[in-house]
């Protein structure tokens, strides 16, 4: 008897374990396991008394006589129901599992039974054969920071320092520098557009059909924490997808280059307005 074409409810070979039996609760395999049982041979009756005679060629057989019963005497023996031995062990209760049964997903409710849950699951979750696993926001967020690091060099940091030594405003000044705003307030735009740019990729990942995606939140915390997460959850579902992870490690790589570079050149005027300002020379 089926349902929904699925079996009702009862004990049947476990898919995983043909040792043992597994509950299948009508929607879906349960916990329940138990061994597959011996069949049980009928007894073999147990006569009290001598063996019968065998009666020699020609002669009539002597009617059987129950046991325990005289000679020349019939007891009636009254007709006892057959029982079938019981196989299979009793329906387990689920009145003290801590959780609601969960039911069976539709894609697998025109599945005959022979197409096993188990079995079933093992493509769960995978996009098809095909599915983008990248597109241009995702590239644009993986190159963003090279951009934020580059404007270091339009401050014109030697200049602030030359300023510096002759003009006290020149701090008040160095505000207004087109350079140090484009780096002050350029990296904060660039930091937002980071935010904005994994908020659409996630969305984009939702639409190629991606079950799983790895949360746009992480963009705040860092780009490296949330491209990689990211490749590794499309990774899973479709087979590939780590082109922008390795891309973002080179980012990262040549950003900490340039930066180590601009950290020179500021360490070199410093140590060179030093050497020939007097006073701090000596």
């Known amino acids: 008897m089926t349902t929904n074409g699925l079996p009702s409810a009862g004990w049947y070979a476990d898919p995983q374990d043909a040792a043992q039996l597994r509950w299948w609760d009508g929607a879906r395999w349960s916990d329940h396991t138990a061994p597959v049982p011996e069949p049980v041979a009928p007894a073999a009756p147990v006569f009290a008394g001598p063996l019968p005679t065998v009666p020699k060629y020609g002669e009539m057989a002597p009617a059987a006589q129950p046991v325990g019963a005289q000679p020349g005497t019939a007891e009636p023996v009254a ?34 039974y022979a197409a096993q849950p188990y079995g079933m699951t093992m493509t769960q979750g995978r996009v098809p054969d095909g599915t983008p696993t990248a597109n241009w926001l995702i590239w644009a967020y993986t190159l963003l ?14 200049g602030y320092m030359l300023a510096s030594m002759t003009d006290p405003a020149a701090s008040t000044m160095m ?20 935010i904005v740019l994994a908020v659409l ?18 963009a705040i915390l860092s ?17 590939r997808g780590f082109a922008p992870m390795w891309a973002t490690l080179a980012v990262s790589v040549l950003s900490l280059v340039l930066v180590i570079v601009w950290f020179m050149q500021m360490m070199n005027v410093i140590m060179a307005m030093v050497s020939t300002t007097p006073g701090i020379a000596s």
Do not use: K
């Open 79 to 112: 007709a006892q129901p057959f029982v079938a031995p019981s196989y299979a062990p009793s329906a387990p209760s689920y009145s003290a599992q801590p959780y609601p049964a969960q039911p069976i997903s539709r894609q697998y409710a025109g599945q005959p």
């Open 145 to 158: 920071p090279l951009l934020s690091v580059l404007t270091l060099f339009a401050w014109d940091f030697e």
């Open 175 to 194: 505000m207004l520098d087109p350079g140090y705003l484009l780096l002050s307030v350029g990296s904060w735009v660039i930091a937002a557009g980071m």
């Open 223 to 239: 780009n490296l924490v949330y491209v990689i997460g990211r490749c590794v959850v499309v990774n899973r579902q479709a087979g």
């Open 201 to 218: 990729d996630w969305r984009w990942l939702g639409q190629q059909g991606y079950s799983r995606r790895f949360h746009w939140a992480w």
